[in-house]
């Protein structure tokens, strides 16, 4: 339990650590309303895709094919968007076509799940090649279905979704916060939850205390799938186009970003405000420097860095060598 | 014999010459040595990074960094041999990318090993530095231009055919290059205490240590095998396309992986051969190949491979829960009998 909050401790000073050095180096400007608003229109998409990707690494799995589940799903709302508008004949803003859409979306990222969760379940292949497998072949049909065209131009409603705010708050950071609430809820208030803990510390203890293992894994991969979709919901809408291979980067970047939050590797161990705040570190950082002005690929290799400081300072931490000194 | 029914290498070749009969009887233009050396040749670059991977693999780790030591030692190369071209050689162009592949292994080796860092973890971030910093230096400019002799090497060939319209083919020079370095790894894994022990550490880690194996060398030898391998390939990717991009590999290390596994290699460590790398790769190369010569559209290329992996890792898969199972049930059953004995 110690060994938790101080790692929670870590991130919150390393948090604050980073916020202090991006003042620094950008001014107070740094924390205007302008900029915090800025930023919090971009975590939500990677903020989804690393919620999506948490819940399988919490089972000892990995989901490589969120990416290519996002952009599948992404694809099919944005031909529904496309396809139907006209049609209708509502020249207002589209609502139930941006909600059948979304629906249609939702639907495609829980099949996904299925068909993983039938092939790591049931066939028993490892999480890794299950959805290596589902990665290449999801984002192969979408190059097929879209011809590798973008898709683009949908309705007022869908565009709303994620470039208007509510309140002052971005709408993507609103679906993104209940999200984050929803899978928070189910980790640790639900017996779903208790049970995903439980199979990645130990699946076999898991499965002879009467726990159905099959059955746990099919829902982890369905609700990563579908984790996935809202993520394509955001994307496609700040985009206002769908394509076989957007956000083809984030892929490692969730699982930087779930790591750096405290989920272990190994399964069993991570909550969903580690995860927050560490999206919080990498959201400031790469503002931070896009501001200042820097390379992209600069902030990519400062966010290796940082996993691999964060990595040591954990290695250390568990050994004891810091609590000895401390004490 | 019955042993042959029980290795997943048997299925892969199998299904590879089914799909060559068909592949032929569609278009007889694939089943000619033409294709087959081109075929060798394309295949080479994948395979030379399939052979690092697969240690890697075996010893139970995993390597996405190699795409991006690739593009450092690559670049590193092609910048040598635009500025100071003519004082080099092959053999130094060789030696130059393979210390650098070998430093940048080594690093993902001492991280690994000193800070019990997950290999899959250390190397995703390793893979962000490197190729982050080699793009903030270079700004992502290609490269072109070099050398005549380092385009006259590529074009070498061991042996010479000509087509009835006179046109050359043959054994290229950088397919004899991955030859050799298969009949090494497979040479050190089958009969050097270090291959021995890199499928012991692979194995089981706690049991290999406490039979005297040295981790951290092994560690060390096998990342840094990874590392030769990418400067390797690095040079060889130079050699065919006589063009370097530092966008070109990143983003391919995951085709390699489904290479290497669809050859037999397993996730957790400890299997994993040679020849069901070679397979691996042959599989992958004669479906893209294949595909083209039906007139598949290229478009189609991902959702086959796709579907190969999973029918490939899913079937092996498969056979391994069942044979587990009826293992399973004959020691119960035996251990059951010897009591009541």
Not at chain 1, 35 to 45: A, D, G, I
Not at chain 1, 292 to 302: D, K, M, Y
Not at chain 2, 152 to 165: G, L
Not at chain 2, 278 to 307: D, E, F
């Amino acid at each position: 339990m110690l060994r938790k909050n101080s790692y929670f401790g870590i991130l919150l000073l390393a948090m604050v650590v980073v916020m202090v050095l991006m003042v620094l180096m950008n001014g107070i400007d740094f924390l205007s309303l302008r900029n915090l608003k800025s930023m919090s229109f971009q975590l939500p998409e990677l903020g989804l895709l690393t919620l999506a990707m948490m819940i399988a690494m919490l089972t000892s799995g990995i989901n490589l094919s969120i990416i290519a589940t996002s952009n599948l799903s992404g694809i099919v709302m944005a031909f529904i968007l496309t396809g139907l508008v006209p049609d209708s004949g509502a020249a207002g803003s589209g609502i139930w076509i941006t909600l059948l859409a979304v629906l249609a979306g939702l639907a495609v990222g829980a099949i996904v799940g299925m068909v993983n969760g039938y092939l790591i379940a049931v066939v028993e292949i490892s999480p890794i090649l299950a959805t290596l497998g589902t990665m290449i072949m999801l984002s192969g049909i979408s190059v097929v279905i879209t011809e590798g065209y973008v898709i683009s131009g949908f309705p007022q409603a869908m565009l709303a979704i994620g470039n208007k705010a509510f309140l002052g708050i971005p709408n993507p950071m609103i679906i993104f916060l209940i999200c984050a609430g929803i899978m928070a809820v189910i980790l640790n208030r639900t017996p779903l939850g208790t049970r995903i803990y439980m199979i990645g510390s130990n699946p076999t203890a898991c499965f002879y205390s009467g726990v159905n293992n099959r059955q746990v894994l099919f829902r982890t991969y369905i609700l990563s799938g579908i984790y996935s979709s809202i993520a394509a919901v955001i994307m496609i809408s700040r985009f206002n186009s769908a394509k076989a291979d957007y956000g083809e980067s984030y892929l490692l970047q969730t699982v930087l970003a779930a790591v750096l939050g405290g989920i272990s590797a190994a399964g069993g161990f991570g909550k969903v405000s580690g995860l927050i705040l560490s999206l919080i570190i990498m959201q400031m950082i790469s503002s931070g420097l896009n501001l200042l002005g820097v390379s992209n690929f600069l902030t990519i290799a400062l966010w290796g860095i940082i996993l691999i400081l964060v990595m040591v300072v954990k290695y250390l931490l568990e050994n004891g060598f810091i609590k000895r000194r401390a004490a | 014999m019955k042993n042959l029914l029980y290795r997943h290498e048997t299925y892969v070749f199998l299904a590879i010459i089914i799909f060559v009969t068909v592949v032929s009887i569609i278009n007889p233009a694939f089943f000619t040595l033409e294709n087959f050396f081109d075929l060798l040749k394309s295949a080479s670059l994948m395979g030379t990074f399939a052979i690092g991977m697969l240690f890697v693999l075996i010893s139970g780790g995993i390597d996405i960094s190699f795409t991006a030591i690739a593009t450092v030692s690559g670049y590193t190369i092609a910048v040598l041999l635009l500025r100071i071209g003519d004082s080099l050689n092959i053999i130094l162009v060789f030696l130059i990318a393979a210390l650098i592949g070998i430093a940048l292994g080594m690093i993902n080796a001492l991280i690994i090993h000193n800070f019990k860092i997950p290999s899959i973890i250390t190397t995703i971030a390793t893979q962000n530095i490197f190729y982050g910093i080699l793009t903030v230096i270079t700004t992502g400019t290609w490269l072109y231009g070099f050398p005549k002799w380092f385009g006259d090497f590529a074009t070498i060939r061991v042996f010479t055919f000509y087509t009835s319209e006179g046109v050359p083919y043959g054994l290229s020079i950088v397919t004899v290059i991955w030859i050799a370095l298969i009949l090494i790894s497979w040479f050190i894994l089958k009969y050097t205490v270090l291959g021995r022990g890199i499928y012991a550490m692979g194995g089981n880690t706690l049991s290999a240590q406490r039979t005297g194996f040295n981790l951290f060398g092994l560690t060390l030898f096998v990342y840094s095998w990874m590392g030769l391998m990418a400067g390797i390939g690095s040079v060889i990717q130079a050699l065919l396309v006589q063009t370097v991009a530092p966008n070109s590999l990143v983003g391919k290390e995951m085709d390699v992986i489904a290479a290497v596994v669809l050859g037999g290699a397993s996730m957790a460590g400890g299997s994993g051969s040679v020849l069901g790398m070679i397979l691996g790769v042959t599989m992958i190369s004669i479906l893209g190949n294949g595909m083209t010569i039906m007139r598949v559209p290229a478009i189609w290329y991902n959702v086959v491979i796709g579907l190969v992996i999973i029918v490939s890792v899913g079937a092996s898969a498969y056979r391994r829960k069942i044979f587990t199972r009826r293992k399973v049930i004959t020691e119960t059953t035996s251990a059951g009998g010897q009591r009541a004995a």
